[in-house]
């Protein structure tokens, strides 16, 4: 088999086999593809496309390039949600203690933040002590002892991935549908699951900006999991505003702690009772609606709370956090964000929130970056509020008095106000099943 060919037949449009296609991917992970043979066979598919066959055997191929995890020790059914990346998403630390107070197992690996997307394990980190790094027999025991676990991806999972991924990067291929959902699905496989649930995130703080191009990788990447034997369910959720009301690390532990507290903010509350309505249906708990007012138990009679706690002291976190969540360590400096103009918040601008949050510190611009927990925004007013001049849109939370500057000036840009009250938008606009 020669490179040169598979990348001249995807290039005129035909379809690639199976062993093409791995080939391929041996390849990449081996090194014996020159980068340059990489990319021209990602732009071919970038322009080309792929049917769903090839699509599947390329995420396999990436899924099998590196490691796979083994949790047939864990009892029970596994269930996992898989978030495509937004701002102020902690959604994982509220549904992940639901999910595993009604028994069902969540072994949950996590990533962390990257640009204007934060990450779970960055937040789990602001707790003190926590733990982000368990050996396999750790993980699988605390999961099967108390229902979950969330670690960092210490593995060499989907090696591949990282290599094609850095490619695209700079070869403008990044955003091709079959590349992005073999992307996700390859990482998402090698762990062992029964169900999975994606949350598709769309608008302005996402990857994908259209409601349709959303549905349509979320069809993609549901078919994957159906074929590689998950049950798998989409949401497509609303990312054209951050979700609740922090951003950065230790601000939006605590909210997720209030949330589990049932004191959390209408939105966030909302969308985390969805995906756990689905994550429970998927793993046979009863119909979605049932499951929802499960959730919602869990919250009032503080099961879910307690599971959260179980967990962080089985990772070696201080609980007296969670129990207050005025002990986390505060910025030294806040800052004001006022209004210079009268009206409703029509639109915001979600990707530059993250940007904002990121100057404070509170996020990383290369995988090496430190990373400031107590900095972050927790906003004052969103999408649809009426504000005056003068009134805050919200508070800035930094460690370095110099960072207010271009945090301010971002968010403020990135804030647009009207006369008119704009329209509701749903948090989901739609499940891909
Ligand atoms: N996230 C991924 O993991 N891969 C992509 O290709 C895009 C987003």
């Known amino acids: 088999m020669r490179m040169f060919d598979i990348i001249k037949k995807k290039r005129d449009g035909e379809e690639l086999s199976t062993e093409e296609i791995k080939y391929f991917i041996d390849g990449v992970t081996n090194g014996s593809i020159p980068d340059y043979q990489t990319s021209a066979l ?52 509220v549904v992940a203690p639901i999910v595993a107070s009604f028994g069902v197992k969540v072994a949950k690996m996590s990533g962390r933040g990257l640009s204007h997307t934060g990450g779970t394990i960055d937040k789990l980190e602001a707790i003190d002590g926590f733990n982000t790094t368990l050996s396999d027999e750790e993980f699988i025991k605390q999961v099967n002892d108390i229902g979950f676990a969330i670690v960092g991806q210490s593995r060499q999972f989907a090696p591949a991935d990282k290599k094609l991924y850095a490619l695209r990067d700079v070869t403008a291929t990044v955003d091709s549908m079959p590349l992005i959902a073999a992307s996700i699905m390859g990482k998402k496989l090698a762990a062992d699951d029964d169900c999975i649930v994606l949350d598709v995130k769309t608008g302005s703080g996402s990857f994908m900006k259209s409601i349709e191009k959303s549905k349509a990788l979320a069809q993609l990447m549901v078919d994957i999991g159906k074929n590689a ?43 985390c009772l969805t995906l756990t309505a689905y994550m429970l249906s998927l793993a046979g708990k009863g119909s979605v609606k049932e499951c929802r007012e499960m959730a919602k138990r869990a919250i009032f009679d503080g099961s879910a709370l307690a599971k959260f706690k179980e967990m962080v002291a089985a990772q070696g976190g201080n609980t007296a956090l969670i129990d207050d969540t005025a002990k986390f360590s505060k910025a030294k400096y806040t800052h004001s964000v006022k209004s210079v103009m009268r009206g409703y918040i029509c639109k915001v601008d979600t990707e530059a929130y993250g940007l904002a949050s990121l100057a404070l ?73």
């Open 42 to 93: 990602c732009m071919a598919i970038y322009f080309r496309g792929m049917n769903i066959r090839e699509t599947c055997d390329l995420t396999f191929a990436v899924r099998d390039s590196g490691e796979r995890l083994d949790f047939s020790a864990i009892d029970g059914i596994r269930v996992d949600k898989h978030s495509t990346g937004g701002v102020g998403d902690k959604t994982s630390l």
């Open 361 to 433: 510190g509170a996020g990383r611009n290369t995988m090496e970056d430190k990373i400031d927990y107590s900095a972050g925004i927790i906003l004052k007013r969103k999408t649809g509020d009426f504000i005056n001049v003068g009134d805050e849109i919200a508070t800035l939370y930094a460690n370095d008095e110099s960072k207010f500057a271009v945090a301010e000036k971002l968010l403020l840009s990135a804030t647009q106000i009207h006369e008119k009250k704009p329209q509701d938008e749903p948090l989901v606009y739609c499940t891909v099943e």
């Open 229 to 271: 034997g998950k049950k798998m369910v989409a949401l497509i959720t609303n990312m054209d505003r951050p979700l609740g009301y922090a951003i950065g690390n230790s601000l939006e532990v605590i909210e997720a702690i209030e949330t589990l507290n049932g004191q959390g903010p209408e939105d966030f509350t909302e969308v």
